[in-house]
Every structure is written in structure tokens, then in C-alpha cells.
């Protein structure tokens, strides 16, 4: 068999099982668990270029499983908003799309196996966090075929740095050594043309007998598929729609609308100046390769205008408008922080995984008096005297999400009302990744292990509870920004 010529880099691409790819099989197969869109994706670029190198027709299987963690009606009905739209593109396109929803947990057991029996070579997408990666390593452990795993997550390879990076500076300062030789390295847009087309009969049909893929007119609403499916209804779907179409809005809204405001008016709640992508890209809805793109074409931009900056220089490095420097820094820095974690320190989520100077100093306060206590049901019930934290609590709990600023005196209160910081930990990582549309991912531990002193340094004056942690207050919210709107929005009624 004559050698793929690929254009996806070689850094981003693993075998998982050391396995051969098989020249006789029926059909190359692309299993989409992460980077769940039909554009701008390495691995399902990888997948085609197989396909068209081996003249097999390209299978594509979303699987949606009803036993992960915090499954409930708005991950369910975000992810399915994806599948009717990208099985939709995968069959105008000449491949074969297998949506799949799970009816109940276990049941999808056995299906990918299934599917790569008949498979010359399966590709699948890299991900660092969550069940993904014990479920890739527990398919290539039973499939006989290649796995390939592909690295679609951000616009640095995860392979290209050598370890897991402390501090968002000295992470910086790596990008920008090594991040302008990938960028030349971007996804196809479209990298599904000239597929050879599937024969009838293509899938065996004891396998679709035994795992029936759901009908595209069934995924057109996503409402009746969760009604009967056993997961939590409590958490309930949100206006905000998923979907590639959907986050390709997003970004040309927020281009549009909100870049040129947002480096003064993005720690606002009542400006909406920030871009509202985090559940687009967690659910790999959008690329950041895309979202790059676009940022550089709306500016104009080329490589040719790098600035030249200290090492670490927060802004001037990409040579672009302050707005675009300052969402760069939240798109790439802080984002590919926590994906460089994930890949490289296994996304460890436990308290003692802090760095020591945290830990020493809020076990040095672990014994301090907590004048207010509140139990994970009243946080969860947004049930305390702070409306402030009230209100971006109700918002998370009606909408899915929570302004970025008010994220993070979210958590700083609950490390100041539990009774220690491991319990603030478990509270903050329960209510975030169950409400939260975009929780679940490399940025959700970042987030919530910053509260805690992960990224960050000693600040004084040392307080109780906090020690030397970062403090946030209320009051100080409340006096430096625009809430007025947010508060009547969420606020007690
Ligand atoms: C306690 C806490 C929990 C968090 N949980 C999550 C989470 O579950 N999922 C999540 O994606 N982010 C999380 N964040 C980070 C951040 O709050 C969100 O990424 C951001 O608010 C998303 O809004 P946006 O898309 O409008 O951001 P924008 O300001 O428009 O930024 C663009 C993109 O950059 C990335 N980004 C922005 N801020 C951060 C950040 N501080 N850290 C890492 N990436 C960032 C996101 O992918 C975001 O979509 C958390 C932060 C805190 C303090």
C-alpha cells in the first residue's frame, strides 16, 4: 500500500493501537466525538484523505451517550442541535453519516467495535479531558484496525510543547517562539470534496439492526429526542442554539458587533461585549482555526505583522487591533493554557494538583472561622445575601453560562462560604460542569483551580480563609462595573 500523503501535521497525528490499517476494508471510518463539525477539522480531514488514498467511501459516526456525567436535557438537546446539521452536510457531501443516540447507558456498548470491523483504518478526534480519552484507549485496546487520533483542539499542536506550564506568562512567552510555525498549518475549510461514493448495502446490517442510527427527520428535534431519554430533566435546554451554523454566527456577530468594544467593555455584564463562543468550542462546534481566521481577516492581518515584544508581552505580539491582541489572549493563551494541562498534566482536577504555595497557604487557614456558611443546595438555589452572586448563579442555572468576570468572583465566594477549600473545589466543579453549557472541558479546571491559586501568585495583605490566595469582593464588583442591567435581568424578582 503506497504511503498517505497528508497535509494534516504529523505532530497531530498518534496511532492509538499501533494497529494496521487494513487495505481490504469496505470503508474508512471517522468516529466524531470532539470536534463535532464538518468543517475545519484535522481529524475529519485525516479521515478523507484516507478515504480518497484508498478509494473506500468515508463512514462518520456522532455518537451522543446517555450515561456520561451531567447528561441532562441542555448538553443533550446542544449536542443533538449539531448532529441534525452535520449528518445533514456529511450526506450532501457523498459520505455516510451514523448519528447515534444512545437510549439508554451501555446501550451504545460494542458499536464503534462493530463498525470497525468492516473499517480499513479508523480516525478519531484527540481530547484531553472528560471520559474521552479512557474511552479512545479502551476502543484501541478491542479494535483490530489503526486508530488514529487527531489533534483538532487549538492553533498549537498539543504535542508541540514539552510539558505542562505553571503560569499563563511563561506559557506566553513559549507561544510566541513557537506558535508562528504552526500557523501556516490551519484545517481545510471544506475537507470533504471528490469523496469516492458509498455502494448500497456499505453497513452490515446486523449492526444497524442491533444500534439503529436515528433518522435525520428525528434530529430536527432535539425537544422529543430528550424527552425519552433517562437523563436529568431538571437541568432543562437554553435559548442558546448549538450547532456549527449556530457558532458560525457567533463569531460574525461578535466580529461585527463586539470586538471593537471589547478591551474596554468586556468585564461588563451589562455591555454583552465578549464573544459567547466557550460552548461552541468545547463542543467542538467551532475551530479555533476558524475563529482565528476571521479575526485575522476582518483585521486584515498577515505574519508579516508580528510585533516585536518582550518575552511574555501580553499585548503587541500579534500586531493586531487591542481588542483582537486582548481576545487572542483569552482565545489562545488562557484557552491553550488549560488544553496544555489537560495533555500534559491528565487534566488533574484535585486540590492537590495546586501549586505548593497555594496549598500551603490555604491549608495554613483551613482551621479559620467561616462566619457564613452556605450548603450546596442553597448555592445551587442562588439562596444567599449576595445579589450580586445570586444573580450570575440564576443565570447559570436559567441560561448555561455566566459572564466571565462574574465567573470568577462566583467561585472566590464559594471558597469564602464552604467549610474548606476541597469542598469549594467539589461544589464549584459540580455546579459548573452540570449547568454550565461549556463546562466539561480543559478551561472548566482552569477556571475553577484559578480560584484556588492554579496560574496565579501570592497577593496580599493575607487575609482569613484565603491566606494569600486572591481575594474578590461584592462590593468592589458592584462599584467598578456596569450591573444595573444584569441585576434586573437576574436578580431576585
Ligand atoms: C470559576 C470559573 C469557571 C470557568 N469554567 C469554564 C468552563 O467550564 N468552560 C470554559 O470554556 N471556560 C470556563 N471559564 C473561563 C471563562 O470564564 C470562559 O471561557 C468565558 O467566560 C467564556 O465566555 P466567552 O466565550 O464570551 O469568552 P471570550 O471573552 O469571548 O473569550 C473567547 C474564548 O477564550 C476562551 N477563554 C476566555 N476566558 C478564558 C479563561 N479565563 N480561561 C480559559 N479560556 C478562556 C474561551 O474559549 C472563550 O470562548 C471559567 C472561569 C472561572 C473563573
Redesign the pocket.
Known amino acids: 500500500m503506497s504511503v498517505l500523503e497528508s497535509r494534516v501535521p504529523s505532530l497531530r497525528v498518534r496511532s492509538a493501537n499501533g494497529a494496521p490499517v487494513v487495505a481490504r476494508g469496505r470503508y474508512v471510518l471517522y468516529w466524531m466525538i470532539a470536534a463535532r463539525r464538518t468543517r475545519h477539522s484535522f481529524g475529519l480531514e485525516r479521515a478523507a484523505e484516507w478515504a480518497r488514498h484508498l478509494g473506500r467511501p468515508l463512514v462518520v459516526i456522532e455518537a451522543l451517550r446517555a450515561g456520561y456525567p451531567h447528561a441532562s436535557d441542555r448538553l443533550h438537546a446542544f449536542v443533538l442541535d449539531g448532529m441534525a446539521e452535520n449528518a445533514a452536510r456529511l450526506e450532501a457531501a457523498g459520505a455516510v453519516a451514523y448519528p447515534y443516540v444512545e437510549p439508554d447507558p451501555g446501550q451504545g456498548r460494542g458499536l464503534l467495535g462493530a463498525l470497525a470491523r468492516d473499517a480499513a483504518v479508523v480516525v478519531t478526534d484527540d481530547y484531553p479531558t472528560f471520559f474521552l480519552p479512557r474511552m479512545v484507549e479502551a476502543a484501541a485496546r478491542a479494535v483490530a484496525v489503526r486508530i488514529e487520533v487527531v489533534d483538532s483542539n487549538g492553533l498549537l499542536p498539543l504535542r508541540a510543547a514539552p510539558k505542562a506550564f505553571p503560569l499563563a506568562r511563561s506559557f506566553r512567552s513559549f507561544l510566541q517562539r513557537e506558535l508562528p510555525r504552526h500557523l501556516g498549518d490551519a484545517p481545510l475549510p471544506d475537507p470533504l470534496r471528490d469523496l469516492p461514493r458509498p455502494g448500497a448495502a456499505l453497513l452490515a446490517t446486523d449492526v444497524i439492526a442491533r444500534w439503529p442510527p436515528t433518522a435525520l427527520a428525528a434530529l430536527a428535534d432535539p425537544a422529543a429526542i430528550v424527552r425519552g431519554l433517562p437523563i436529568d430533566h431538571a437541568v432543562g435546554r437554553v435559548a442558546t442554539r448549538g450547532g456549527p451554523a449556530a457558532a458560525s454566527l457567533a463569531i460574525g456577530r461578535?466580529l461585527r458587533d463586539?470586538l471593537a468594544r471589547?478591551v474596554d467593555l468586556?468585564n461588563h455584564p451589562d455591555e454583552t461585549a465578549?464573544?459567547?463562543?466557550?460552548?461552541?468550542?468545547?463542543f467542538g462546534h467551532a475551530s479555533?482555526h476558524e475563529?482565528f481566521a476571521r479575526l485575522a481577516a476582518h483585521e486584515g492581518w498577515s505574519p508579516l505583522r508580528f510585533g516585536r515584544v518582550a518575552a511574555g508581552a501580553r499585548e503587541g505580539f500579534w500586531g493586531m487591533s487591542a481588542g483582537a491582541e486582548a481576545?487572542l489572549e483569552?482565545?489562545?493563551t488562557?484557552?491553550e493554557?488549560?488544553l496544555n494541562h489537560a495533555a500534559h498534566a491528565g487534566d488533574d482536577q484535585r486540590y492537590e494538583s495546586l501549586p505548593p504555595w497555594a496549598r500551603r497557604t490555604l491549608d495554613a487557614h483551613a482551621g479559620d472561622r467561616r462566619p457564613i456558611l452556605y450548603d450546596r443546595t442553597q448555592l445551587e438555589a442562588a439562596a444567599t445575601h449576595d445579589p450580586v452572586w445570586n444573580a450570575a448563579q440564576t443565570e447559570l442555572v436559567r441560561e448555561g453560562?455566566?459572564?466571565?468576570y462574574l465567573?470568577?468572583l462566583?467561585?472566590k465566594k464559594?471558597v469564602e462560604w464552604s467549610p474548606s477549600p476541597r469542598e469549594a473545589l467539589a461544589t464549584?466543579t459540580e455546579l459548573?460542569?452540570r449547568l454550565?453549557l461549556?463546562?466539561?472541558?480543559?478551561?472548566?479546571?482552569?477556571?475553577?483551580l484559578?480560584?484556588l491559586g492554579r496560574y496565579d501568585r501570592a497577593w496580599g495583605p493575607e487575609r482569613p480563609i484565603f491566606g494569600t490566595i486572591r481575594y474578590m469582593s461584592s462590593e468592589s464588583a458592584t462599584r467598578k462595573l456596569r450591573l444595573r442591567a444584569y441585576l434586573a435581568r437576574h436578580g431576585a424578582r
Not at 274 to 282: I, V, W
Not at 438 to 448: C, F, L, N
Request: charged share 20%; proline share 4%; aromatic share 14%.
Open positions: 461578535f463586539r471589547y468586556r465578549t464573544s459567547g463562543l466557550s460552548p461552541y468550542l468545547h479555533a475563529v481576545f483569552q482565545l489562545v488562557w484557552r493554557l488549560g453560562r455566566m459572564h466571565n465567573r470568577m462566583w467561585g464559594i464549584m459548573n460542569d454550565a461549556d463546562g466539561r472541558d480543559p478551561s472548566s479546571s482552569s477556571g475553577i484559578w480560584c
